[in-house]
């Protein structure tokens, strides 16, 4: 495992343990399997990984108290939490760290983000009066870094970045952004501002894993020792300012595959960066909605869609057919796009700002002419 070295003699491993995507039960995402997800997280330790980041919401609440368990066992200066304050889950941000520490069973938290900063409530997270709190908390050691997670424009950033002195900021930072949405522009800002960068999305919530076959044929071309995740992660890593990067890891072939990446992490040449290219044009050509699968749109939805699934369904037919949604037919009905109530709840929480119902009409009427 690579280490960057952070501030006060702190080697962060470069890549992280997003603790979002874990092994479930019976498709429910608040009930974690316990004993698969506490293997994903012994492989990490034993690999190396030294970076945890969970949150407020992640698995409906139980993300937290599922870390707090795995990682009991080992010292706690072998490991670093990131954990976050989530605005929109429990404006009480007193309570709410009070909860974390409870659920973590831990006496503080390493790095602690205002979680998920859209441009629609920027105000009220910054005037919310949470920023002095941590602040506090900081001085009394309870949180040793503060930061935030950003989803915004880049002029609110530089907004953001005026009002408190952050210790790092974590943006959605892969080669698809990069090129076709605002993620360089973002890290700019944050490098010249001196700010250590956390990636989240490295592989735009799995689509650069998962490339059209045109736009994986271009990747092929090149090593072929390296996945596709692969490629996407070689390419964050090379970016001077990136300190870790994060992976929801769910399962052992994905941490193999990553710990291979970061145990070697080849430098991309001239040519690399050509054919990264031109896969990401080949696939933003072919992509309809490029859903990073984050579920922020999912605890608010009425009807308990499951969004990204569904989205991912409605790619596939854009891409190959409407036949291709014949597997949502074994849904319960009040489970498939049709239940959809035009609510728009959904689209005040997508950091990607997509018109979710929409799509969901669309996919209604693909379906009903079969
Ligand atoms: S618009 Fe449709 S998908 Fe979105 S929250 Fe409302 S019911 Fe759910
Ligand atoms: S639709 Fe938006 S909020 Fe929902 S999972 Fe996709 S990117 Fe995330």
Redesign the pocket.
């Known amino acids: 495992m690579q280490y960057k070295a952070y501030k006060d003699g702190i080697r962060l491993s470069r890549l992280g343990m997003g603790v979002m995507r874990l092994p479930i039960e019976n498709q429910d995402d608040s009930r974690i399997n316990y004993e698969g997800a506490k293997a994903v997280i012994d492989d990490c330790m034993k690999k190396g990984i030294n970076y945890y980041d969970t949150a407020y919401i992640y698995h409906g609440g139980n993300s937290e108290k599922f870390l707090g368990q795995a990682l009991a066992e080992y010292p706690r200066d072998r490991f670093y939490v990131a954990d976050k304050f989530n605005l929109q889950a429990d404006p009480d941000f007193r309570a709410q760290f009070a909860e974390q520490l409870r659920r973590l069973k831990m006496e503080y938290i390493d790095f602690y983000l205002l979680h998920g900063i859209q441009d629609n409530f920027v105000e009220d997270m910054l005037e919310c009066g949470c920023i002095p709190y941590f602040d506090k908390l900081k001085k009394q050691g309870k949180i040793r870094y503060l930061g935030f997670s950003f989803h915004g424009s880049p002029a609110n950033l530089k907004k953001i970045l005026k009002v408190y002195s952050w210790d790092f900021v974590q943006i959605q930072l892969n080669y698809y952004d990069w090129y076709f949405g605002d993620a360089k522009e973002l890290y700019e800002i944050l490098t010249e501002a001196k700010i250590p960068v956390m990636v989240m999305e490295p592989v735009h919530g799995g689509l650069l894993a998962d490339l059209t076959e045109e736009a994986g044929r271009v990747l092929q071309q090149g090593d072929l020792k390296y996945s596709q995740a692969s490629w996407a992660m070689r390419w964050v890593m090379g970016l001077d300012n990136v300190q870790v990067v994060l992976s929801g890891m769910a399962n052992k072939a994905q941490l193999e595959d990553n710990i291979n990446t970061f145990e070697e992490a080849l430098a991309l040449t001239e040519e690399d960066h050509e054919r990264i290219k031109k896969a990401a044009q080949i696939q933003r050509s072919a992509v309809a909605v490029a859903c990073t699968a984050c579920r922020y749109?999912c605890p608010?939805?009425?009807?308990g869609?499951d969004?990204p699934f569904l989205l991912k369904a409605y790619n596939e037919a854009k891409l190959g057919g409407a036949w291709r949604l014949a597997g949502l037919d074994s849904l319960p009905e009040d489970k498939k796009p049709s239940?959809?109530?035009?609510?728009?709840?959904?689209?005040k929480h997508c950091p990607q700002g997509f018109d979710?119902?929409k799509y969901?009409e669309e996919m209604k009427v693909m379906m009903e002419k079969g």
Request: proline share 11%.
């Open positions: 749109c608010n939805c009425p009807k869609l969004i239940a959809c109530v035009n609510c728009g709840s959904c689209m979710i119902p969901m």
